[in-house]
């Protein structure tokens, strides 16, 4: 079966299924409010427990627990980035040890990934089966070496960029001269405005729930870079948001507010925390013009915003014509900004950036300017220096600086 197909049949099974447990709900008597569920999985000691509250019902008030136990981390999430690969292989182990013999106390993980593939196989029965990888071969027993070492997980979720599912089914992409659109790294983007595409991505996202994932951390949650100079060249879908009445700018914006507000609301019985990673650069701006970013309104609808930082991609700003090379300025200016954005909002929610720990060779013609341990650092304490206790380190490689100090002010 297809991918489409499979995706056809999982959306009709899971709508017989919600009648019937709505059904359910409504003539259950107060001693049997808890019901357990085995699942298919070698380790059947895992429960999932449904919480039925008295009338009147609402589903979303339907909580889902894993069994885990990961405690939010007390004196601030401080994580670093696994792939797939580095989750489910030997690297696994050293980045193991890397957190527990450091400061550091969390990982955030790829469950979906950059190409759009699942990281994990799931059963040949499952929608998702066509599009998921054995990176991650046993993904209960990395959840339970988590648990063990007190390592708070974050699953990482590629929403737009997604080549698959573009690949698959064009209608839900960006078309050029009837062909699917890639980008100058060849990467293919599936269509913010198409609530198909929402729904393919949230249900991603619950199985990581299921999974024990105490986060679900969305990236790519934007359209493509530079999308306001192809708007009106490249075909596709404006779906509900076709008769709006607004200019693109603004269409784009509110597609992405929506979708974010949408994915919270759903992840809502699964109890857990909802983050966004975000342009840097969209803190400077009202609302970025082409990826349909706007801090302040996707920073309303997350319990956590990962503003992805890195000096290396600013060019001169904040008065800085280095970036790459001031880390301490940079973000010390970076997080003066967010702050007044932040507070300005009723609910604001944990900031936690993205800082960089890797080289950026692109930049430079002669030598390079090289990533350390003083440099890393120097992003942490203009962090700590502006009350943003919490960050994320990335290294695409996976590959992390030795002998950092990550709590420098203590």
Sequence with gaps: MTLTGRMNHFLFSLSIMFVGLFGFALGVQAEENEAELLTASEHQHRELQLAVPEAPVSFARFTYDSGYDFPYPEDAVRG????????????????????????????????????????????????????????????????????????????RVVVFKDSVLAKERPDLSFLEDGDVWVNNRGEAFVNPYEKEVWDYNIEVAKKAAEMGFREIQFDYVRYPEGFERRDEILDYSQGDYEDVEMEGVQKRVEAVTDFV????????????????????????????????????????NVDVISSMIYPSHWTPHFGIDNPDEEPYELVNEYAQLENEILDALDTPPVSRPWLQDFDAPWLYSGEVFRYGVDEVEAQIRALNENGIDEFLLWNAQNT??????????D
Excluded: C, W
């Design 80 to 155: 670093i980035y696994l792939t797939g690969h580095s989750a489910g292989g030997s690297r696994f182990e050293t980045l193991l040890d890397l957190v527990d013999t450091t400061e550091l106390n969390s990982m955030v993980i790829d469950i979906k990934d950059d190409d759009g593939y699942l990281t994990y196989k799931v059963d040949e029965d499952d929608p998702y089966y066509d599009i998921s990888r054995n990176f991650i071969g046993n993904p209960t027993e990395m959840m339970e070496t988590l648990e063990a070492h007190e390592i708070y997980p974050i699953a």
């Design 261 to 300: 507000a949408y994915a919270r609301e759903q992840l809502e019985p699964y109890d857990v925390d909802v983050s966004v990673d975000i342009f840097g650069y969209a803190v400077t701006v009202e609302e970025t013009p082409g990826i349909g970013q706007n801090f302040s309104r996707i920073s309303d």
């Design 400 to 409: 992390y600086t030795e002998g950092v100090d990550y709590t420098p002010l």
